[in-house]
Structure formats: structure tokens, C-alpha cells
Antibody
């Protein structure tokens, strides 16, 4: 079974940094693009970032561009999100998300999320 | 990019049908047949229910159907069941660099 397990969330002060990790299993990680999607408490979903299978194509939402960096290690079946210059509005549950094999804009597997709280 | 527009809440009785709308623009919903719908129960991760406007992933009940007209997509749930009570989110492909935009979500209450 496909499994995505996020880790690395926690409480950080505004301006601080945090690195999220996502351990993938149950599928050939190296052949799939991956995404991060976040959900602020009581709010809707927001796409954050995309990385293709070979790390040659990367996209970010305007809200995080220049502050967040997505990366992956196919040898370790892992996805990462380095978050710098964190703001209060970055507080959210961050999901590691795998798109369908043939539809990169439709997400068929989601982790349980890592909670990031930015507060002083 | 602004979020797609969904009603905040809808309700329906057991066994009835409901439809949730999702309105965008010609740059997202109207421009592509890449609309998806997700179901999210409280405290759970979202689940893909519909992709490419009207296709169901394997394992999703045929009580769930999707459609699109112009800049508005719709999710219809027929034969409402208690377990359908959840939040529903639409999404659409925008462009290569932004990838997708989500709707604000609709809370479905089953009476």
C-alpha cells in the first residue's frame, strides 16, 4: 500500500526555519512527481510546491516563493520542504501529496500531515 | 491566483441528491478539463473523489458524479448517506507554474 509519512513539524517563532520530511513507501517513488499542500487551521487547502521525479522541474505558490525550498532524495524515498523566514500565516498542516500517474494536477495519495505553528 | 468559489455549506436529507458548485474563470475551470473534487472528513486527509471533471478513481462510489459548464464545475452526490457528511473541495489546473488552485471548501450536512 502507498504510504506517505510526514515529520519535522513543530512550533517556531516568526522569522525562523523548519524542515519537513516525507517518507514514501509502497510505490516507485523515483518515478513520481510530488507536492506539498497545506491547510491552515479551520481553512481550505492551498497548493504549496511541486517537484518532478528527477528534481529538474520545481514550482512554488507565490505565497512561499523565495522562502521555501522543495527537494527530494530518490535513494531514500524521501521528500523535503525547507521553510525559511516563516510567518504567522504559514501556520498550517502540511501534507505530502502524490499525484496520479497520468494526471499531475489530481492528487490520489495524501499523508496525514505535519503541523507547523508559527508564533511568538 | 484567487481560490475557486464554492458555497460555504449545503445540506440534504438521507437518500436525496445534492449538487455543489465550483466557480472559476476562463483561466482555470473554463480553460481546461482538469477539475478534481476531494472529500475530507474531520481530522482526516483529503480523498480524491473525481478527476478530469467527471472521472472516478477506482473504489469511489458511482453515487458521486462530476460535470462542468463554462467556468463552473459541479459535484453531485446521489442517494445521500450519513458518511457523506464531510467537507468537499474542488480544484483546477491553472498553468504549468502554479499547477492547481483549490476552492474554499463546502461543508455538506446530511440531515
Amino acid at each position: 500500500d502507498v504510504r506517505l509519512v510526514e515529520s519535522g513539524g513543530g512550533l517556531v517563532q516568526p522569522g525562523g526555519s523548519l524542515r519537513l520530511s516525507c517518507a514514501a513507501s509502497g510505490f516507485t517513488f523515483s518515478t513520481h512527481s510530488m507536492n506539498w499542500v497545506r491547510q491552515a487551521p479551520g481553512k481550505g487547502l492551498e497548493w504549496v510546491s511541486y517537484i518532478n521525479s528527477g528534481s529538474t522541474t520545481i514550482y512554488y505558490a507565490d505565497s512561499v516563493k523565495g522562502r521555501f525550498t522543495i527537494s527530494r532524495d530518490n535513494a531514500k524515498n524521501s521528500l523535503y520542504l525547507q521553510m525559511n523566514s516563516l510567518r504567522v500565516e504559514d501556520t498550517a498542516l502540511y501534507y505530502c501529496v502524490r499525484p496520479m500517474a497520468t494526471r499531475e494536477e489530481s492528487f490520489d495519495y495524501w499523508g496525514q500531515g505535519a503541523l507547523v505553528t508559527v508564533s511568538s | 491566483q484567487s481560490a475557486l468559489t464554492q458555497p460555504a455549506s449545503v445540506s440534504g436529507s438521507l437518500g436525496q441528491s445534492i449538487t455543489i458548485s465550483c466557480t472559476g474563470t476562463s483561466s482555470d475551470i473554463g480553460g481546461y478539463n482538469y477539475v478534481s473534487w476531494y472529500q475530507q472528513h474531520p481530522g482526516k486527509a483529503p480523498k480524491l473523489m473525481i478527476y478530469d471533471v467527471s472521472n472516478r478513481p477506482s473504489g469511489v462510489s458511482n453515487r458521486f458524479s462530476g460535470s462542468k459548464s463554462g467556468n463552473t464545475a459541479s459535484l453531485t452526490i446521489s442517494g445521500l448517506q450519513a458518511d457523506d457528511e464531510a467537507d468537499y473541495y474542488c480544484s483546477s489546473y491553472i498553468n504549468t507554474f502554479t499547477l492547481v488552485v483549490f476552492g474554499g471548501g463546502t461543508k455538506l450536512t446530511v440531515l
